[in-house]
């Protein structure tokens, strides 16, 4: 499995951004995808995720009515939509990818199995 995160890159605060995360190796229409991102000296932080139907989003708190998921399963890729970017979501931003029938909560980054390299945001006040 593999998971190409790219569309990162250098925006000035109240920007928009979109990320995308293609994915193979597997059918992707049955694994469940997140983005996580890690800021400078900080821990991986969960952003959002999208069942596999994409029927279901969850978001943290501080990203909800800014950024939105999409997933387009047919081009076996996931979005990232981000608006309205602050300097607080600099991070290094990674797609992964779950099993569905996975116990753990899909907001936890040891639910999912594979990861991407990450995309670097850099979000200038």
């Known amino acids: 499995v593999q998971l190409q995160a790219y569309g990162g890159g250098l925006v000035q605060a109240g920007g928009s951004l979109r990320l995308s995360c293609a994915a193979s190796?597997?059918?992707?229409?049955?694994?469940?995808m997140a983005w996580f991102r890690q800021a400078p000296g900080k821990e991986r932080e969960f952003v959002v995720a999208?069942?596999?139907?994409?029927?279901?989003?969850y978001y943290t708190d501080s990203v909800k009515g800014r950024f939105a998921i999409s997933r387009d399963n047919a081009k076996s890729t996931v979005y990232l939509q981000m608006n309205s970017l602050k300097p607080e979501d600099t991070a290094v931003y990674y797609c992964?990818?779950?099993?569905?029938?996975?116990?753990?909560?899909?907001?936890?980054?040891?639910?999912?199995?594979?990861w991407g390299h990450g995309t670097l945001v850099t979000v200038s006040s």
């Open positions: 992964a990818q779950r099993q569905p029938t996975s116990r753990l909560s899909i907001l936890t980054a040891q639910a999912y199995d594979y």
């Open positions: 999208i069942r596999r139907a994409g029927d279901n989003m």
């Open positions: 190796g597997r059918t992707f229409s049955n694994y469940d």
